[in-house]
């Protein structure tokens, strides 16, 4: 597979995106919360996931409903690529394919 032998910066536009797993989780909203602001909400600083999510994520399905024209409408949605990926580790889900491949682990055997 691709996965195993490419980089994520090697990666073509086509196999990044069917690398995506559809766990949604980019489309949830999250709060950076530095260590005033931790302090104030009493939480840990750092990233943290909401209960809220992007108004086109289909909530069902875990896809983007309008996912081509998804920056016409959201101009802030998250475009995660092999260039940011290292920075949203944090948050990203460790089961993750772009998570995975970035760290040098394998698929999960569902994927």
């Known amino acids: 597979p691709y996965w195993e032998t490419k980089t994520l910066s090697e990666m073509t536009p086509r196999e990044w995106e069917d690398?995506?797993?559809?766990?949604?989780?980019?489309?949830?909203?999250?709060?950076?919360?530095?260590?005033?602001?931790?302090?104030?909400?009493?939480?840990?600083?750092?990233?943290?996931?909401?209960n809220t999510c992007c108004r086109l994520l289909d909530t069902a399905t875990c896809?983007?409903?309008?996912?081509?024209?998804?920056?016409?409408?959201?101009?802030?949605?998250?475009?995660?690529?092999?260039?940011?990926?290292?920075?949203?580790?944090d948050w990203l889900p460790e089961s993750c394919a772009y998570r995975r491949v970035k760290d040098g682990k394998g698929l999960e055997d569902w994927h």
């Open 19 to 50: 690398l995506c797993d559809g766990c949604g989780w980019c489309c949830v909203f999250k709060l950076d919360l530095d260590e005033e602001d931790a302090k104030d909400v009493g939480r840990a600083p750092g990233v943290h996931q909401t």
């Open 63 to 89: 896809r983007c409903s309008n996912y081509v024209e998804r920056h016409k409408h959201v101009p802030d949605c998250i475009v995660l690529n092999a260039e940011n990926v290292g920075e949203a580790v």
